[in-house]
């Protein structure tokens, strides 16, 4: 358990302050970037589960996190902000 769904929501927490510190909290291309990057992320991670599933079929191998987890990570984190 290399990415526990925890080090994956403190990751996205870094990440979101290290963006909005950039950009300052207020602006409004803050919400289109977290947006960009959410799209990214999932894609990203549906890249991996199709690679996982393909070179171990059968095995029930699978991350820790669901695409479920990542946006609601993603919307809980945009809101707190």
Not at 29 to 34: H, K, Y
Request: hydrophobic share 35%.
């Amino acid at each position: 358990m290399a990415y526990p769904n925890k080090e994956v929501k403190k990751g996205l927490v870094s990440t979101y302050k290290k963006v909005e510190r950039d950009m300052g909290s207020t602006s409004s291309q803050l919400q289109v970037v977290w947006r960009y990057m959410q799209d990214d992320f999932i894609a990203q991670y549906q890249a991996y589960d199709q690679i996982i599933q393909k070179c171990y079929p059968n095995t029930g191998l699978q991350l820790d996190f669901t695409v479920k987890d990542l946006l609601s990570y993603f919307s809980s984190i945009a809101a707190s902000h």
